[in-house]
């Protein structure tokens, strides 16, 4: 069965600092790999992608990320925060026995300081 | 292009009702998706419908169902609800083919409070 660990449930950052979201996976064979940002009483917006093909990837809002498979992550980043970054954000990948059924990590509170 | 949408937002109901949520797909998109989101457990899959047809099923009880129309609309159901029924119930719909086909869009929940 395929897993997700995010590292960190909280993160705090200064405006205008990097954002580095962490996100490990166990998959036996090369898995589909999703990072999604839920705001309050809001459903989950899908931030970025890895699919097949290209190890970087850029998402929305600045984010962009590098498939490691070699080293099973797949962690964001954004070279600079702004206030409106403050989310939720959740990695999940794709079961290899429904690509839509997708499992979640724990979830990543991304905070962000003036 | 209008995106996924629930109904209803909120709702209240009591241990041992049913409820049934609906959720309407992008146009186009003939697989919907149902999820679980609790603070305890998190994000957990619960059923995907193609087709009219249950494609994939998570690790819930038989208390949980759902049912996918031609129209592709779907709804879920929960019976004899339970205090830790209460979450939010997410949708996601996505296209079969193409490059967006393991892509879901999620809409915004309908949030069930069991009392």
């Known amino acids: 069965a395929q897993s997700v660990t995010q590292l960190g449930s909280h993160v705090s950052v200064s405006e205008g600092a990097l954002v580095l979201l962490r996100c490990n996976y166990s998959s036996s064979v090369p898995p589909y790999l999703f990072w999604y940002v839920q705001y309050p009483n809001q459903g989950l917006q899908l931030l970025l992608k890895y699919t097949t093909g290209a190890t970087l990837v850029k998402g929305i809002n600045g984010f962009e990320a590098e498939f490691k498979k070699s080293e099973t992550s797949f962690h964001p980043t954004k070279p600079s925060a702004h206030m409106s970054d403050a989310a939720e954000y959740f990695c999940?990948?794709?079961?290899?026995?429904?690509?839509?059924?997708?499992?979640f990590g724990s979830g990543t509170r991304l905070q962000v300081q003036p | 292009k209008a995106g996924v949408t629930q109904t209803p937002r909120y709702l209240i109901k009591t241990r041992g009702q049913q409820v049934t949520l609906s959720c309407s797909p992008i146009?186009?998109?003939?697989?919907v998706s149902w999820y679980q989101q609790t603070p305890g457990q998190g994000l957990q899959f619960l059923f995907e419908?193609?087709?009219?047809?249950?494609?994939n099923k998570g690790n819930f009880p038989g208390r949980f169902s759902g049912r996918q129309f031609s129209n592709s609309r779907s709804e879920m159901n929960v019976s004899t609800l339970e205090l830790g029924d209460s979450a939010l119930y997410l949708c996601a719909s996505s296209p079969n083919t193409g490059s967006g086909a393991n892509v879901l869009t999620f809409g915004a929940g309908s949030r069930l409070t069991v009392l």
């Open positions: 419908y193609f087709s009219e047809t249950q494609r």
């Open positions: 146009s186009g998109h003939r697989s």
């Open positions: 999940a990948v794709s079961s290899d026995t429904g690509r839509r059924a997708l499992t």
